[in-house]
């Protein structure tokens, strides 16, 4: 069996385990899906991360451009090149023979001792030899003559016209040893990127595809579980934006200015989120309150254990006392005695109202700021009808408006009609989803591209980061 070797892509082999070490690897994709992104990567962090020296032979790109092109998304190839760890080779196509070019490549390979090799592209390789025999021949002399004999793996880049779906003249995909297929796809009206390995010798895959973003270079994103998390410093609130309050999420900051004052927010959140993924976009929000000497209701909360409970609560490092004159928690009869904690309490689903009324004046009055509210539209909505909801939902928008607070509102849309009365209310409206095995975000209002979702644990309370899918 082939051994796989890590090619240092970001999250790539997380999910894909590596490539076929001295192996023809065929990358394939429509214009402008990453194929060039991706090679440079692999040789790029072959050269940093192992010290493995590589080739990247161009039929269409200049030296100038390429190097320019990399160097905005931090790869500095010219100080590689100094350094002996690569070499960029440009080859015109209108050469005196096949064999000539073929030559050429693998002598400038040998010289600079190439144990990573990237052809690019394929396509126009294929164009200037005379029949598919050829073609087939160097392939295999690639891949007996060279590539084996000084185990180099080759990445050959295969371009797919818009519209077509099938690879090149075959021969390639023949003989590959892998075969990796770029592709953007559209869901919800927006733009997803998605690496697929239909096609891989000598590992076993658990996924054949994944996500990924160009977003500051070529990175793949996997799953990763939920860690256990200890406490490891006092949260320590991201920089306050000029208007309004902070999302808790560095990238949605940056991207929308935050939340502005007396908005509602609305989540729509789908069954496959699991509660402690969604920790960090809501919980951050109201430590962000606290942390500041502002009060926070939540009503209710579900999906969580007493201990689970006091374990979240004690990440962010805020005292007792804290909690006691700053936050309130509604949640069933049964937790709250099990908590018993003064700033627990227990959810009555007869009287949501009043309670969040008379709850809401009790902290204003302590701490002098109107609480940040963070609703369960779905648990509220089951204790009572639907229109008494809405009715709920709408005094408490207005509410908010008036006294410029902040209010989430979250749903796994139990009820169809309710989620969508209650989005067309909200100022601000996003979806929480899983893509191949990945959560992600995105703003219906205001829109947003696709935001991959991945949680930072450096400072002990989770943090939720950002990227677009771009």
Known sequence: MRMLSPTGIP??????????????????GGPGVGKTIFSASYLYHGATRYQEPGLYVSLAESREEFYENMTVLGMDFERLETYGLFSFMELPTLMESSGMMFSRIMEEAEKVGAKRLVIDSMTALAQSVK??????TFLHTLLLNFVKKVSCTAILIEEIPRGIETLGRGVEEFVASA???????????RSIRVIKIPKLRGGRLERKQALFTLDRGFKVFSYKPVRELKPVERYRPLPQPAKGFSTGMAYLNELLGGYPEGATIFFEMNPDIEHREAVPIFANVLADFIHKGKPAIIMPLTGF????????????GFSEDEYASLLRIFVNKELAQECKLPYVLSFDPDNVAESIGITEEELRKESGYFPVKLINLDQIALAQEPSETLHLINHEIGKTKACGGLLVIVSRRLFEQLAEDVGSLADMHFKIERLLNVPVIYGLKP???????????SKGYPQAVLTPII
């Open 11 to 28: 999250g790539f082999d997380d999910v894909f385990k590596g490539l076929p070490k001295a192996g023809l690897v065929i990358l394939a």
């Open 131 to 136: 029949s598919t025999e050829e073609l087939r």
């Open 179 to 189: 075969v990796i297929e770029l592709e953007q796809q559209i869901h919800n009206e």
């Open 305 to 316: 254990t007493s201990d689970e409970l006091k374990t979240i609560l004690k990440l962010y």
């Open 447 to 457: 829109p947003t591209p696709i935001l991959a979702m991945e949680i930072d644990y």
